[in-house]
């Protein structure tokens, strides 16, 4: 079986073929560098993404912008957006600071992206 992936590594988006059989990567070609190495593996044995999303601020209309601090599995990215539903923050924010620790117990922490007064 063949997977065509795009790198997202750098904006050259090499296209990447990568060569599966029973399960194990044999062969993967198309990348420019080992970063898109690096990305097929992992894109094809546990996909990751960084997450952003909005949460309420209390007592304000206008919602604060987060994100996860490193990427998290796939999989769990409506797991991650459903406890972020949850959160209701207090003024003032300062950008990076933690408004939800461990997110669905991956050990990655949701960061704020900005300030907030
Ligand atoms: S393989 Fe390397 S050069 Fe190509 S898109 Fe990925 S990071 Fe960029």
Request: glycine share 8%; with cysteine; proline share 4%.
């Amino acid at each position: 079986m063949t997977r065509e992936l795009t790198c997202i590594g750098c904006p050259m988006g090499c296209r990447i073929s990568a060569e599966i059989q029973d399960g194990k990567i044999i062969k993967i070609e198309g990348n420019s560098c080992n970063v898109g190495k690096k990305y097929a593996e992992e894109e094809l044995s546990c996909p990751k993404r960084m997450v952003t999303a909005l949460v309420q601020v209390q007592g304000a209309r206008e919602p604060l912008c987060v994100k996860t601090r490193e990427p998290i599995e796939k999989r769990l990215i409506f797991d991650c957006l459903r406890e972020l539903e949850k959160v209701s923050v207090v003024r003032p924010v300062h950008i990076g600071q933690i408004v939800l620790k461990n997110v669905c117990g991956t050990g990655v922490d949701v960061v704020a992206t900005r300030e907030y007064d």
